[in-house]
């Protein structure tokens, strides 16, 4: 059999640098917070795991998670994906769990960057602080904050939950 010379037609782009900003999340992490009273259920502490950790190829950062709601309960697990649409100039989350089928409208985040914040607007809204090189702030103690909100029966969204995320490795 003859071997030949292919010539490369298509030449991968490189991962967007925008994903960099999602950077410092890499890692496991547990979280800890408080929700109020909302559409979603009474008032009560949320805890969580999650882990961070980028796609081979560097084009996605993938968590995988799993939270406890209200003190107590059968934890939730899913995992997100979180890309960057370099066209849209749009950050853009999917996410899978325990607790239904996949819905384009009820399970997808796009997040932009206004004012130093990086913000993810989907079912929920979700909220990091960003450094001043740009990347999701940690703070002096090595922690990292989000803060929530969710829509009202009149659509306004209202503050939901809080979580801050504590390192528990660096490893993944």
Do not use: C
């Not at 003190?71 to 066209?87: C, E, H, K, R, T």
């Amino acid at each position: 059999m003859e071997t030949k010379d292919y010539q490369i037609l298509y030449q991968l782009p490189a991962p967007d640098p925008e994903l960099q900003r999602l950077a410092p999340l890499l890692g496991t992490w547990r979280s800890v917070g408080r929700s109020v009273n909302s559409l979603a259920g009474p008032a009560g502490r949320v805890k969580a795991t999650e882990i961070f950790e980028w796609l081979k190829g560097g084009y996605f950062l993938v968590s995988h998670y799993k939270i406890t709601w209200y003190d107590g309960g059968a934890p939730n697990y899913g995992v997100m994906y979180w890309g960057y649409d370099s066209a849209a100039r749009k950050f853009r989350t999917h996410f899978f769990n325990d607790q239904g089928p996949y819905d384009e409208a009820g399970n997808t985040y796009e997040g932009a960057i206004v004012d130093g914040e990086l913000t993810f607007t989907g079912p929920a809204r979700f909220q990091y602080q960003l450094a001043a090189d740009g990347k999701i702030k940690v703070n002096p103690d090595g922690t990292i904050d989000v803060l929530w909100w969710l829509r009202d029966l009149e659509g306004v969204w209202k503050f939901w939950r809080n979580a801050r995320y504590i390192k528990v490795s660096e490893d993944v």
